[in-house]
């Protein structure tokens, strides 16, 4: 599986960014989706995810400001960041996961259970 993540950038807070996430190489309808973050000096964390039935999660502190999305017919998942505050300054990761089957979700929140990593994509919000 190859993915690469494109969208990040900087922001003034308050602000908003969409990241994008093109995967290949696996039936996309298959997999479950995500995306991590990793603050400086912090250990890296689940923000969202995808299931293949469309079920989505969220870290509690990014609910009501960012969406998962996938989108079937160009293979990409996307994150829009709205409301952005510095505290969301990081580097972003999409991830994979291509075991879907009878997955429960509260799994989906630990590292060694994705199996496929992007590049990072750096988002910086300015005060």
Not at 11 to 25: F, M, N
Not at 45 to 53: E, W
Not at 71 to 92: F, G, I, K, R, W
Request: proline share 2%; glycine share 10%; aromatic share 10%.
């Amino acid at each position: 599986v190859q993915l690469q993540a494109s969208g990040g950038g900087l922001v003034q807070a308050g602000g908003s960014l969409r990241l994008s996430c093109a995967v290949s190489g696996r039936t996309f309808s298959s997999l479950t989706l995500g995306w991590f973050r990793q603050a400086p000096g912090k250990e890296r964390v689940l923000v969202a995810a995808v299931r293949t039935t469309g079920g989505t999660i969220y870290a509690d502190s990014v609910k009501g400001r960012f969406t998962i999305s996938r989108e079937s017919a160009e293979n990409t998942v996307h994150l829009q960041m709205d409301s952005l505050n510095p505290e969301d300054t990081a580097v972003y990761y999409c991830v994979v996961r291509t075991n879907s089957k009878f997955l429960n979700s509260d799994i989906l929140w630990y590292r060694h259970v994705w199996d496929y990593w992007g590049q990072g994509t750096q988002v910086t919000v300015s005060s």
